[in-house]
DNA sequence: GCCAACGTTGGC
DNA sequence: GCCAACGTTGGC
């Protein structure tokens, strides 16, 4: 049984698109450094399916989804001195931060606006519409997922 | 282990 | 670019 998620992206940064055209057909969602999201990024499951959402967008909102194809690993940004998600206290033998790999599924025909999330009744208890609420990652259940597939036709 | 200071997120 | 809200850090 499949699990559902939602995950944020600025798309300045990692779009849907960028994903759908990764060259292998895989993406790495790494760059997660907040412990919670961290752990919703280990429970998740290969099959899990993957609301993709834009942040800091013209509107923000959710554009399609992904597909987790690879279980959580130990994010290799981490090790990176080079890399803005370097973390000095992580080591190869002590792991912080874990990735997984996504693969593109599909984009809705349009973006579903926070504004358009708002008006469902079913999404109320969304964290990603409580105020204040900066979670990267985070579960969606069953009745949401579908009440979010139902919006985008 | 408290908590002030600081840094980050992300909508607007 | 502003700023509210939140998470993390580090002195004590």
Redesign the pocket.
């Known amino acids: 049984m499949s699990a559902y998620w939602l995950f944020?992206s600025?798309p300045d940064v990692y779009s849907l698109d960028s994903l759908r055209l990764e060259k292998s057909g895989v993406g790495r969602w790494d760059g997660v450094?907040?412990?919670?999201a961290r752990n919703f990024l280990r429970a998740a499951q290969v099959g899990d399916q993957v609301l993709f959402y834009h942040?800091?967008?013209a509107?923000?909102g959710i554009v399609g989804i992904a597909e987790i194809v690879r279980t959580a690993y130990p994010d290799p940004t981490q090790f990176d001195p080079a890399s803005e998600y370097y973390d000095p206290?992580a080591t190869p033998d002590a792991p912080r931060w874990s990735a997984v790999d996504v693969r593109f599924v599909r984009a809705f025909p349009r973006l579903l606006s926070?504004?358009d999330l708002r008006q469902v009744p079913a999404l109320d208890a969304m964290p990603l519409l409580k105020?204040?609420?900066?979670?990267?990652v985070m579960p969606v259940t069953p009745t949401e997922w579908a009440a979010i597939l139902d919006l985008a036709g």
Do not use: F, H, V, W
């Not at 450094?33 to 919670?36: E, F, I, L, T, V």
């Not at 105020?131 to 990267?136: F, I, K």
């Open positions: 944020k600025e450094r907040n412990y919670q942040s800091n967008a509107p923000s206290k926070l504004e105020r204040g609420t900066r979670l990267s």
